[in-house]
């Protein structure tokens, strides 16, 4: 018999999922439910269950917001919400469950079987770090940092800082705004999937530029980028068409 | 529209079914149903009667006050004259419906949420004001009635 505490907000959230547990998973015993942060983590404290469905949006807070009070205690934990925002891509990367509201029985009854077979529960909490890891770098992807190990330490570089990388041989040299200039023993090629993301650009073998900090586009002379520091940066033949529409679909 | 709530209310909606409550889920569905048919129809357009965007909130505020029954109460009210040929653009005060309603939801007793759309030639001026206890928040927009924007925002307070 698994010990389950239901936490959600609206009652009769909480009432349908009770009740779709006793109906569909005869070995959960629900023995408590929450409708708040506060209410959530004294129960799961109190009950020390071996399950906890937890809605994400909660009015007082978020399921989140439990995780980082109930740290310790090592249930495992279902998520449920009502659409798929932002911190689903957290919790999807770190293969925890969730259910998407309104709730399918199928994959409730999937995602329950699954924590069955994870019952070790040093991999529950071991799991739950890595949500919480992956939520914090989703936050600072506002403003994401890149971290540089130069000669004289380790920098840490808002990417905005930087308006293009240039290929130096096995080296990389990071041009930055006000002129700053740094050099990395990395190969350009680190850097391509790391940066594309951001909106950064490989537009040439050696050379990624920021594409934020691109000025103007030149046909002339086979196609180059003027970037905010005036520097030209020729774009090879074969990137020319996916620079032109990468920079055509910004607003 | 918050996606949350459409989802939300399907959820409510399963709840019904599962309880065996028809006539709660026909009477969801139906309402639901009403709501989006409208949301739709509006969108897009430059502007709609006053009449539609009232009816849109009404329909808003119901869904949501099934689901939060004991948190809060509504009105929402025109004292414009005619208000079904005077035009203004569409879903323009939605989202602080919306607001006010996750503000009540907030606050640990009942609420109440007025919004009331009033003439003050040549502007039209709308309130939606939210209560609970001693806490109150409210917002004053005033549209220009046929042009269709906003000319002036004040007083939005903490929205």
């Known amino acids: ?251 | 529209m918050n996606q949350h709530f459409i989802y939300n209310t399907l959820n409510q909606v399963q709840y019904f079914i599962h309880k065996g409550e028809k006539e709660a889920s026909l009477s969801y569905i139906i309402k639901l149903s009403r709501l989006l048919r409208q949301w739709m129809h509006d969108t897009g357009k430059s502007s709609v009667p006053v009449t539609d965007e009232i009816s849109l909130l009404s329909a808003y505020l119901t869904l949501e006050q099934l689901r939060f029954a004991d948190r809060f109460s509504f009105e929402v009210v025109t004292d414009v004259p005619q208000s079904g040929s005077v035009f203004i653009t569409p879903h323009l005060i939605f989202p602080l419906a919306e607001h006010a309603v996750s503000w009540c939801l907030r606050q640990k007793e009942a609420g109440h949420i007025c919004i009331r759309m009033l003439p003050d030639a040549p502007f039209l001026q709308c309130m939606v004001v939210a209560q609970a206890g001693g806490e109150s928040l409210a917002a004053n927009l005033h549209l220009v009635p046929q042009l269709n924007n906003i000319s002036r925002l004040c007083n939005v307070s903490s929205l």
Do not use: W
């Open chain 1, 1 to 251: 018999m698994q010990r389950v505490i239901i936490v959600e907000d609206e009652a009769r959230s909480r009432e349908f999922l009770a009740d779709i547990l006793a109906e569909h998973c005869p070995t959960l015993q629900v023995v408590g439910m929450a409708s708040n942060v506060a209410e959530a983590v004294a129960a799961i404290r109190d009950q020390r269950p071996d399950l906890v469905f937890l809605d994400i949006e909660l009015q007082t807070g978020t399921g989140f917001d439990v995780l980082e009070q109930i740290s310790g205690e090592q249930p495992s934990i279902i998520f449920t919400t009502a659409y798929d925002h932002y911190a689903i891509k957290a919790i999807r990367f770190s293969a925890v469950d969730y259910l998407l509201k309104p709730i399918d029985v199928d994959e409730l009854k999937g995602a329950v079987a699954r924590t069955r077979d994870l019952q070790q529960r040093s991999s529950n909490q071991q799991t739950l770090d890595v949500l919480m890891h992956n939520l914090k770098q989703l936050r600072a992807n506002e403003n994401p940092t890149i971290t540089l190990s130069v000669a004289e330490g380790i920098e840490f570089i808002p990417l905005r800082e930087i308006i293009r990388l240039e290929a130096a041989g096995a080296y990389t040299n990071f041009l930055l705004k006000a002129g700053r200039k740094m050099m990395v023993s990395k190969n350009l090629k680190e850097y391509e999937t790391m940066l594309g993301e951001h909106n950064f650009m490989r537009v040439h073998n050696s050379h990624i530029i920021n594409l934020a900090e691109v000025k103007r586009f030149v046909k002339s002379d086979g196609g180059y980028a003027v970037m905010s520091d005036d520097a030209q940066v020729v774009i090879s033949p074969k990137k020319k068409d996916d620079f032109v529409r990468m920079m055509m679909s910004r607003i």
